[in-house]
């Protein structure tokens, strides 16, 4: 029988609706039967495409025994991380404090009063490695509720107030100088792996942010070593089983320093922000690779994570039937010699294996092996290539899929927005400007309600229960403002300008503070706050950004000042933990070059107005923004009192709105943007 799950938005709920757990969402109802019956809350986190969630809940959840402790002595409380990233960071942030580590499935033990007493992450169902068994877990929990109340509550009240301690007040240090970013670069070359490309040892996640602050410090001041590290690290990735050779799109990470075995789910963000880098590595070295990357790349969340009403899925999983009713990580994706031969016949076959890297023995798990371009593959014969990847794409795509979670994640759309409006406008593909404004349409249509506050998540057309939070709202006015500047359509910037207006009034504490949380959002044991690029650009440097980009566009000065406070944070952090502030350094980058405002006024269907605008989207200016459209034109800010030269498509290159002569010649233009 199905528990109260089984009316969910979210799919990773959903999964969890036929358990025999008695599982409740995150809602006052469950701390209030907590209260009545006297017993603890077990909180368990974690997310739809999460292998070891998928283990944890076939383990134990699964479990007819296990389950009757849980309903016996607690209240079962599910929250899927992605819905709702404020709960997720508050109690992770409190695993980590306790225990060193953190990691999903999140399992936390609360008081009716939601505050945490004993943590843990994933639980085997036998003692293993050290870790006790989870049934052992629930019951040393339970006996410290009912024979030594005081002493969990003031654990508990401890941890609360250690947390309550830990607000940050890194807003309005002033801005990041050449000093800070310099330094920056510096730690960065430190922790450089030159032969692998890419920060740090295994597991080694894509550093799209970093790249993205790389590039731009190059385009900036022509440092050929930041340059050559993006560029490095773009084709290993590219190069490696990170990168899914026959489909396109990345991985989450890598499990080995080398970018060879990836932890196979695919998220919706990586493939957004690599799909940029890749677009902008374009534009500063015209790389074949790039392009390619970048075009593949779009194209893979276009075919495989676009939902029916035109947003953007969030996820595929990393596990998949492997063919025998069994689920395997990676089965979808791997291959054998005897699978290639199968396919293609021995005599392709052969020259398959040499040209991706399969060997007898395999890379991967079970002597199979991961795709990859190894780098003494030699010259191929690239029609013979093309055809062996249609083929092969063609033998996977009857092999079982891998799951997709559907729900639509409005921050994760609006880096898809920003990925395929660039991409499209860059390397023109018109389709992929087309796919980057059905997404917007829906987050419009969707997500914003009429006094413009954004809903997290939807799924199949319908708006999920949960308020958006601050990345919600950097992330989608960050894509509306590319959208901008890609298609000429100002209503992309007056969107933006609401969003961001709700960012001021409703996340931005004094001296220039963020918070992820709105002021009037549920009260959680502590609010969360965390100025940190991870896995996606913080809320906070995303604000910062989105904040600068409009204030560049309008000359709007509160905005500025918002940005400019915020990225106190990044003067302080830049220098310290490059790797994890890589966002802040980019918008910083974008802060020290202007950022530069683009205005091209010509009629849309006049060739040397389109040429102009080419050039300016092909500009590296780091942050620069663009509006394009008819002279004195009513669209944008920046193009009014910017007539036409003799009757000529004129661009207009301005600082502060202060600008230099207008170019009438795409040459002089390229030359002043550099």
């Not at 701390?31 to 998928?54: I, N």
């Not at 922790?191 to 996640?205: Q, R, V």
């Not at 030269?645 to 170019?663: I, N, T, W």
Request: charged share 25%.
């Amino acid at each position: 029988m199905p528990n109260r799950l089984a009316d969910a938005t979210s799919p990773y709920l959903l999964q969890h609706a036929d358990n025999p757990v008695d599982w409740w969402a995150w809602e006052p109802a469950a701390f209030e039967e907590a209260r009545r019956r006297d017993v603890p809350v077990l909180l368990s986190v974690g997310y739809s495409s999460c292998h070891w969630c998928h283990v944890m809940a076939h383990e134990s959840f699964e479990d007819e025994t296990t389950a009757a402790l849980i309903n016996e002595r607690f209240v079962a409380v599910k929250v899927d991380r992605e819905e709702r990233p404020d709960v997720d960071a508050v109690y992770m942030e409190a695993v980590q404090a306790a225990t060193g580590q953190g990691g999903w499935p999140m399992t936390v033990f609360l008081t009716p009063d939601a505050e945490p007493f004993y943590f843990g992450t994933y639980f085997p169902p036998e003692p293993r490695h050290g870790m006790p068994s989870f049934s052992d877990v629930l019951e040393g929990v339970s006996h410290a509720w009912t024979e030594r109340r005081d002493e969990v509550g003031e654990v508990a009240g401890k941890i609360v107030k250690d947390l309550g301690a830990r607000s940050l007040a890194f807003g309005g240090e002033g801005v990041p100088d050449d000093s800070e970013l310099s330094q920056a670069l510096l730690g960065l070359t430190r922790e450089y792996d030159a032969k692998h490309g890419g920060f740090g040892g295994a597991p080694k996640f894509p550093p799209s942010m970093a790249l993205e602050f790389l590039l731009r410090h190059h385009a900036r001041t022509g440092a050929e070593g930041a340059l050559q590290m993006a560029a490095d690290t773009c084709e290993a990735m590219a190069r490696g089983g990170i990168y899914d050779q026959l489909g396109g799109g990345f991985a989450r990470y890598a499990v080995d320093r080398a970018w060879v075995v990836p932890h196979f789910e695919k998220m919706l963000y990586d493939n957004a922000l690599l799909c940029r880098v890749y677009a902008h590595l374009w534009r500063a070295t015209g790389s074949d690779l790039a392009r390619r990357v970048a075009l593949e790349t779009a194209d893979f969340m276009v075919r495989e994570l676009r939902t029916a009403e035109g947003g953007f899925a969030s996820a595929l999983d990393a596990d998949s039937d492997d063919g025998s009713g069994k689920h395997v990580e990676g089965a979808y994706y791997v291959w054998t010699p005897a699978q290639l031969t199968a396919v293609l016949g021995a005599d392709d076959a052969a020259y398959a294996a040499r040209y991706f890297g399969v060997t007898e023995e395999g890379t991967f798990e079970h002597g199979s092996s991961v795709l990859q371009l190894p780098q003494d593959a030699g010259l191929a014969d690239a029609e013979r290539i093309a055809s062996i990847r249609r083929r092969l794409l063609a033998a996977r795509e009857e092999r079982p899929r891998p799951g997709r979670d559907d729900k639509i994640v409005a921050a994760w759309n609006g880096l898809a927005v920003a990925a395929l409006a660039e991409t499209g406008a860059l390397l023109d593909r018109p389709d992929l400007v087309d796919r980057a404004t059905e997404a917007a349409d829906l987050l419009v249509r969707l997500h914003l309600d009429d006094g413009a506050r954004l809903t997290r998540t939807s799924k199949d057309g319908h708006p999920g229960g949960n308020a958006g939070v601050l990345e919600d709202y950097a992330d989608v006015a960050e894509g509306f403002l590319a959208l901008a500047g890609a298609t000429g359509e100002g209503v992309w910037l007056e969107f933006a300008g609401f969003l961001l207006d709700i960012v001021l009034d409703q996340f931005t504490a004094e001296g220039g503070v963020l918070y992820d949380t709105a002021h009037d959002a549920e009260r959680l044991i502590r609010r969360p706050q965390d100025p940190t690029d991870n896995a996606t650009p913080s809320g906070w440097t995303a604000a910062a950004g989105a904040l600068l980009s409009y204030a560049a566009h309008t000359g709007s000065e509160p905005h500025r000042a918002a940005a400019e406070a915020a990225l106190g944070v990044v003067k302080a952090l830049g220098p310290r933990a490059p790797r994890f502030i890589g966002w802040g350094l980019a918008v910083a980058e974008a802060l020290r070059d202007g950022p530069k405002e683009i205005a091209v006024v010509g009629a849309p269907d006049d060739e040397a107005f389109r040429a102009l605008w080419r050039t300016a989207l092909r500009s590296g200016a780091p942050g620069a923004v663009l509006a394009a459209g008819l002279p004195d034109g009513e669209e944008f800010p920046l193009l009014r009192d910017r007539p036409l030269v003799d009757g000529r498509a004129a661009a207009y290159v301005c600082r502060h709105f202060v600008c230099d002569a207008p170019a009438t010649d795409p040459e002089l233009l390229a030359l002043r943007l550099r």
